[in-house]
C-alpha cells in the first residue's frame, strides 16, 4: 500500500515539473531563503501532491522548490512536517520515500533547535554527528516492504562521514565556525522542562528539536547519504533565562540565514552527484 502511495505521488511530481533532482535539502523554520537561489525554478505545492499530509507551521512555506544550482539538479524543501502536528510517523516521513524514488541519493536535512551543550550560543551552526530517539517512537514501525530497505537497517553511520568532512573542509574555507554533536529528537509541541534537559544533557545531548529523526531515519534505511546541519536558535529550557518562543526561533533562524546560506551554498555546490566521484 505505501508503496503504490509513494509511486503515485512521484508520477504527480514528475509530470508537473521537468526537474530531475539527485539531491535534496530540507530546510527548517526561518531558514527556507537558499531555494531563492535556485535557477530554473519549478514551484510545487505539498497540499497539490497526492498522499502528503498538510502543514501550517509558522515559518514554513509547505512546498518543494525544484531547480539548479552550479549545474546541479537539486529539490528543496521548503518546510516539512511533525509529529506534534498530529501526524503518523509513517505520514511526516512520507516525502523520504517520495524523494528516493525520484532518484535523490544524497539528502541534506537542516534545522532550528535548542541548544544544550553550555559552549553553544544563539546563532551558532552545528554539524550533526549522530542522534537520539526520545519520541518512544519509529517512523519504520509496521510492516516492511522490501522494495524500499530492510527489515532492521544498521544505524552505524545515519551521518554520513564523507559528506560530514565535507561540511567541515567547506566551513573552514569560508570561515564560519562549525560546532559539532549529537542531536536529540522532542516530540513537542510544548518546550522541555529544565529536569528533561538535564537529563537529556547526562545522557549526552548537545541540542535538542522537534524534528529531523524521522526523517533520517527513513533516509537512512532507503539507503540515501545524510548530511545534518542544525542552527542553534535558542539555549534549552534551564540553560536560558528568559521563556521560548517560536517568534524567538524564527528571528535567530533569520539572521543566522545569511551565514547559514553561504555555508550550504558552498556544500551544495561540491556534493557529488550520479556518475560522479564521491567526496
Known amino acids: 500500500m505505501l508503496y503504490d502511495e509513494v509511486m503515485n505521488a512521484v508520477h504527480h511530481i514528475q509530470a508537473c515539473v521537468a526537474c530531475r533532482p539527485q539531491i535534496a535539502v530540507i530546510l ?27 502543514s501550517d507551521v509558522s515559518g514554513h512555506a509547505a512546498r518543494f522548490v525544484f531547480g539548479t ?18 501526524l503518523s510517523m509513517r505520514q511526516l516521513s512520507f516525502p ?23 559552549d553553544f550560543n544563539p546563532g551558532d551552526l552545528m554539524l550533526i554527528t549522530d542522534h537520539i530517539n526520545f519520541a518512544g517512537n519509529n517512523p519504520l514501525i509496521g510492516a ?10 544498521d544505524m552505524t553511520e545515519v551521518y554520513d562521514h564523507a559528506l560530514n568532512d565535507l561540511a567541515r573542509r567547506v566551513a573552514a574555507s569560508l570561515s564560519i565556525p562549525l560546532r559539532e554533536g549529537v542531536y536529540a529528537f522532542f516530540t513537542g509541541p510544548c518546550y522541555e522542562t529544565a529536569a528533561e534537559i538535564r537529563a537529556y544533557h547526562i545522557l549526552g545531548a548537545d541540542a535538542i528539536g522537534m ?50 546560506c553561504r555555508l550550504l551554498e558552498q556544500v551544495l555546490s561540491e556534493m557529488p552527484v550520479k556518475g560522479g566521484e564521491h567526496v
Do not use: W
Open 211 to 260: 524534528s529531523t529523526v524521522p526523517e533520517t531515519t527513513v533516509a537512512n534505511y532507503l539507503g540515501m547519504r545524510v548530511l545534518g546541519i542544525a542552527c542553534i536558535t535558542n539555549m534549552a529550557t534551564g540553560i536560558a533565562r528568559t521563556p521560548h518562543s517560536h517568534e524567538e526561533v524564527l528571528a535567530i533562524a533569520n539572521a543566522s540565514s545569511k551565514r547559514f
Open 28 to 54: 527548517g523554520s526561518g531558514l527556507g531563503s537558499i531555494a531563492d537561489r535556485l535557477e530554473n525554478r519549478e514551484l510545487l505545492r505539498y497540499a497539490d501532491i497526492p498522499g502528503f499530509p498538510k
Open 96 to 118: 523520504i520515500y517520495v524523494l528516493k524514488q525520484l532518484g535523490v541519493e544524497e539528502i541534506v536535512v537542516t534545522n532550528a533547535c535548542g541548544g544544550i551543550n553550555p
Open 69 to 86: 544550482l552550479n549545474g546541479r539538479p537539486i529539490v528543496a524543501m521548503q518546510g516539512r512536517f511533525h509529529y506534534y502536528e498530529g
Open 144 to 153: 516492511n516492504d522490501e522494495r524500499f530497505g530492510p527489515r532492521f537497517p
